[in-house]
């Protein structure tokens, strides 16, 4: 992906009008993440049904500008996805498809894939379940970002 200065149309229409807000009652999965650096917070809850297909998706984001244009688009990725495809959802597919973000926000959609990952994870311990390649979820991001950076 090119160098991304500034925030693209779609990052701006995501924040503008983030997709999915709120709660869904009763959720599957919710999974809560933060970063104690920049202090954002954001939650996400999974509806899945029985085929462990995401039905349906929605999140709470107390953050930037960048982390509800994230959490907006993680939501519309993993809807419809099996719980499989779902954790697929990496913050590099969330920055594509929101045509990128500048470097310093990068972060934000770090919070993105963390929040899903998180509401999997609530959802397979309720369901007894293992879903592979899934990692316990982190409290803080800001541990995992250190190695993030070291990875790129
Ligand atoms: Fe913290 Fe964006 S500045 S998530």
Redesign the pocket.
């Known amino acids: 992906m090119s160098q991304v200065t500034e925030y693209s149309q779609k990052v701006m229409d995501h924040f503008m009008n983030p997709r999915n807000v709120g709660e869904i009652e009763n959720a599957s999965g919710v999974g809560t993440v933060g ?1 104690a ?4 917070i954001m939650r996400m809850y999974l509806d899945i049904d029985e085929q462990g297909i995401v039905r349906d998706a929605k999140f709470k984001t107390f ?2 500008g ?2 509800v244009a994230t959490s907006s688009m993680a939501t519309e990725l993993v809807r419809g996805k099996t719980v499989q495809e779902a954790l697929g959802v990496t913050n590099r597919a969330v920055m594509e498809a929101l045509d990128g973000l500048p470097k310093v ?1 990068i ?2 959609s770090l ?1 993105a894939e963390e929040a899903i990952h998180a509401a999997l994870w609530d959802y397979a311990e309720k369901n007894h379940l293992t879903i592979d390649g899934l990692k316990p979820p982190v409290n803080d991001i800001d541990e995992t970002e250190a190695f993030y950076e070291m990875e790129k």
Do not use: S
């Open positions: 970063n650096k920049c202090g954002d953050g930037c960048a982390a926000k972060h934000c919070l």
